[in-house]
Nanobody, 123 residues
Framework: QVQLVESGGGLVQPGGSLRLSCAASGSIFSIYAMGWYRQAPGKQREWVAA????????NYADSVKGRFTISRDNAKNTVYLQMNSLKPEDTAVYYC????????????????WGQGTQVTVSS
């Protein structure tokens, strides 16, 4: 079992930045690929970014490529999402997830999910 707790969300103006964190506990964090999803009101859940267990490979949705960066610190059992140049359309609840198979992150079939943190981009 893996427990995931997101933090770092909040209200930010367009063009601003936020860094989300996701702390993991309960299992060996370093064996899991990690990812971020988001869900805006009235919309389907959208995959945002993913990182392999060792951190050597990352992938991003086209909508965030060049603005968001996913990273991880296996010594701290934490994955991060640095979000820059935020836009109002980035407003959503952001969820981190964990999977033993990297491909499962990209398809939404992750093994574990956090409870989410709200990000609101508004002036």
């Amino acid at each position: 079992q893996v427990q995931l707790v997101e933090s770092g969300g909040g209200l930010v103006q367009p063009g601003g930045s936020l860094r989300l964190s996701c702390a993991a506990s309960g299992s060996i964090f370093s064996i899991y690929a990690m990812g971020w999803y988001r869900q805006a009101p009235g919309k389907q859940r959208e995959w945002v970014a993913a990182i392999t267990s060792g951190g050597g490979r990352t992938n991003y949705a086209d909508s965030v490529k060049g603005r968001f960066t996913i990273s991880r610190d296996n010594a701290k059992n934490t994955v991060y999402l640095q979000m820059n140049s935020l836009k109002p359309e980035d407003t959503a609840v952001y969820y981190c997830n964990a999977a033993l198979r990297y491909s499962d992150l990209l398809t939404g079939a992750a093994d574990y999910w956090g409870q989410g943190t709200q990000v609101t981009v508004s002036s």
